[in-house]
């Protein structure tokens, strides 16, 4: 609060030195408007968590393999379906991450986040028809799981809930554009390109579970 | 009928009230977030082992922020610390003795792990030539002149003008603003052509000193620019126009020189030899329009995306880019006037 | 539709053109592929230089090149939908012989394998040889087995796995992409001849590599 107030030139001014009388209306205004944690710490942005959310998803390659493959997936059983699932995904992922945030668990689960791009790589690559409900029951799974993880370490990272809502804000915009082109790929001989896609996804998971197993490991 | 008229007003008017008051729960942390600069570290070898310290620190809210250089132990000040305050940071000079000379020595700025900033160092030892880093939160230490850490010399400042555009809430939301009013590609392009022409010209001026704006002002009149696109995208909707719809490119380039002398904090030339200021201000204005181009695109293909997905969203949340646009540069630019007023 | 009222894009909804469509395509490709690699180049070069890496690994080995290359060749000779069952399957069995790999089960003349391939690949192209689906898909995965326990095995230490075998899977994707873009010349005027003769240079590429691993 303090810092929505004091003027950012002027380290003459800055030195704390702000008359109590002229802060008092000003706080009254602002006190109603502000968030009381924005400026709990000095060196706190406020805002930072935010992107350091968004940015956490797109450092963590199994989240975004996931949301890829699964956007794909959803958008190659049409428009309806891609819909369904990015709300099964986001809710999921929003739930899943809160859980994760409130019990904030230390655990590394690279075989399961390994094992679930793998098998939506593979669904992709091998292109059955399946039935909408799996589909979106699968974006609901995955978002549970991916979310709680993704809550855990923002709970670690210290960036807690605002964090988790950068990446979730993250994941849905990623989810969004990434089925409207699925969608679009759809129909016709274009389809292939997506099956493509999905076969490197699942490749990249064979190759990481032998990395997971490997002697030594 | 008219119940039905007035059912709709009150509607839009909760609607409204509802935006406005989650902008303005938005708004302080966004606007403080615009407001941290990057920090800049000179180290100038005088004489073998002895170097002049130019550090220049940002200010948050006003205040220095605790940031410090940290040298290697058998380095020592041999003058006292000189501050003077400088724009929107403070400055500061000494004199440091380093027996064994800073080459393959390891400096880190202490504090920058709990920040959002950047801080650029720049080290000019003897015999050498200068090495440039960038360095943040998630790597505040540099080896000089190690392996694999490579100066990354000017191609920093490029980095360095594509986060500042895309962590400035409110130079994105003005082009958010310039998105809604727009009505054909053409438009688009020339509109988007005139805030880049406009803003490289007056980030150029600040950035080679030959004229600067002071910041208090600025970013009230920076807010207003946001606050004046509001009305006009409301006009959009009801199918009116205006010289603004009809010309948006006029608007785009007057404001957009306002908003280049706002980029022009983004970048700090203290102590760069004035033959590399040129190169160093060309990199950061491209980082500045790679981010506002990747911005652009996000928008549009999110939209196309909507479209795609035959995504139907209910009214206020359609209204809701538009209104936070007005309500948001309505919020900062009485908060920006209150603090120049001397609140 | 949250931007319905970006009037310029104000065309009426399902109204498909194809610019619109690329458009889509383009923007939302440079937005999704731009983003995560500015957050690896910044934020943890650790990741950038294990995603290098695997990139780099598949194009240095001028044995693995050729073979990859050659099934694009391949695929385009013969047409859907092999066209497309080459790429679609390749990566994921080429991936399993790099799991192999890892988990140290040995898989006799690895080398020899990939030389082999290369000069069998480089055949079928230059004889322009249609093989049924089946027999093209079991040849193809059988050498890709190979080409991944290679590069499985040749994992540097200290790289993140993941990244690395993004990088791997990419590039090996990128070099059939190649392979089948030139391949598009086949249904030119003289690009059936073209195609047979790039076929006969593998060959000879797979025959000095199979005799630098018999010397």
Not at chain 1, 194 to 204: K, L, P, T
Not at chain 2, 13 to 24: D, Q
Request: proline fraction near 5%; aromatic fraction near 8%.
């Amino acid at each position: 609060m303090r810092a929505a107030l004091r003027l950012p030139v002027g380290i003459t001014r800055a030195r704390g030195e702000v008359a109590t009388s002229r802060l008092a209306p000003a706080a009254f205004l602002t006190a109603l408007l502000v968030p009381g944690r924005a400026d709990a710490h000095l060196v706190n942005t406020g805002f930072g968590p935010f992107y350091d959310g968004i940015s956490h998803l797109f450092v963590t390659a199994p989240d975004l393999l996931v949301v890829a493959a699964l956007a794909l997936l959803a958008g190659l059983r049409g428009h309806a379906t891609a819909r369904g699932t990015l709300l099964a995904v986001i809710i999921a992922w929003g739930l899943g991450g809160f859980a994760g945030l409130l019990t904030a668990p230390a655990v590394v689960w690279t075989a399961i986040t390994t094992g679930s791009f793998l098998l939506l790589g593979a669904l992709l690559a091998a292109d059955r028809e399946l039935p909408v409900g799996v589909v979106i029951g699968l974006g609901a799974l995955v978002g549970l799981i991916h979310g709680f993880l993704n809550g855990a370490e923002s709970a670690a990272a210290g960036i807690g809930f605002v964090g988790l809502v950068g990446s979730l804000a993250a994941v849905a915009v990623l989810a969004t554009l990434i089925s409207a082109a699925a969608v679009s790929l759809a129909e016709g001989s274009t389809r292939v390109a997506v099956r493509v896609a999905g076969s490197w996804i699942a490749a990249i998971g064979i190759l990481m579970l032998g990395w997971l197993f490997r002697p030594g490991a | 009928m008219a119940g039905q008229v007035a059912a709709r007003h009150r509607a839009r008017a909760r609607t409204l009230s509802i935006v406005i008051a989650l902008g303005a729960l938005l708004a302080p942390v966004v606007a403080t977030a615009h407001e941290l600069d990057p920090g800049f570290l000179e180290l100038r070898e005088t004489t073998p082992g002895e170097y002049s310290v130019l550090w220049k620190v940002p200010l948050k809210a006003g205040r220095r922020m605790s940031l410090d250089p940290v040298f290697p132990t058998e380095c020592s000040a041999t003058t006292p610390v000189s501050s003077r305050p400088s724009g929107r940071g403070v400055m500061e000079r000494w004199r440091l003795e380093c027996p064994s000379g800073l080459a393959g020595a390891s400096i880190t700025i202490g504090g920058l792990e709990r920040t959002y900033t950047d801080v650029m160092i720049r080290i000019e030892l003897t015999e050498a030539e200068p090495l440039t880093y960038l360095v943040g939160s998630t790597n505040p230490t540099v080896v000089v002149g190690a392996e694999g850490q490579a100066s990354q010399g000017a191609l920093g400042y490029l980095w360095l003008g594509f986060e500042h555009i895309l962590l400035g809430i409110d130079h994105l939301l003005f082009v958010l603003g310039l998105l809604l009013i727009v009505q054909n590609p053409w438009t688009l392009l020339n509109t988007v052509t005139a805030f880049t022409v406009a803003h490289s010209i007056t980030l150029a001026i600040a950035t080679l000193g030959w004229a600067s704006a002071p910041a208090a002002p600025l970013n009230a009149a920076i807010a207003l620019s946001i606050l004046f696109l509001g009305p006009e995208i409301v006009r959009v909707w009801r199918g009116e126009t205006s010289f603004t719809i009809r010309h948006p490119w006029v608007v785009a380039f007057a404001f957009g020189l306002l908003h280049g002398f706002g980029f022009a904090s983004g970048l700090s030339t203290v102590g760069l030899p004035q033959a590399e200021i040129p190169l160093a201000l060309l990199l950061f204005n491209l980082g500045v329009e790679a981010g506002q181009l990747f911005f652009v695109l996000l928008i549009l293909a999110l939209e196309r995306a909507f479209r795609v997905l035959e995504i139907h969203w209910p009214r206020w949340a359609e209204m809701f880019p538009g209104y936070a646009v007005g309500s948001l540069g309505a919020f900062w630019f009485i908060q920006r006037t209150w603090m120049l007023l001397g609140g | 539709m949250l931007f319905r009222r970006l009037p310029i894009l104000g065309f009426p909804p399902r109204a498909w053109t194809t610019p619109g469509r690329a458009f889509l395509l383009a923007g939302s490709g440079i937005v999704v592929l731009a983003w995560p690699l500015l957050a690896w180049a910044h934020e943890e070069t650790g990741q950038a230089a294990g995603f290098l890496a695997g990139m780099l690994h598949p194009v240095s080995g001028l044995d693995h090149v050729l073979a990859m290359v050659a099934v694009g060749f391949w695929g385009a000779q013969l047409g859907a939908p092999a066209l497309w069952m080459l790429p679609v399957a390749f990566p994921m069995v080429m991936a399993v012989g790099g799991m192999l790999g890892l988990m140290g089960i040995l898989l006799p003349g690895v080398e020899l394998g990939i030389a082999v391939s290369a000069v069998a690949l480089g055949a079928m192209v230059l004889g322009e040889v249609k093989a049924p689906l089946g027999a093209a898909a079991a040849l193809v995965g059988f050498f890709a087995i190979f080409h991944g326990h290679a590069h499985g095995t040749e994992l540097p230490d200290g790289t993140s796995g993941l990244y690395y075998s993004i990088g791997f899977v990419t590039a090996t994707g990128l070099l059939h992409a190649a392979g089948i873009g030139f391949g598009m010349i086949h249904s030119r005027p003289r690009g059936p001849a073209i195609l047979r003769a790039a076929g006969g240079l593998v060959l000879l590429g797979g025959l000095y590599f199979l005799w630098r691993v018999m010397a």
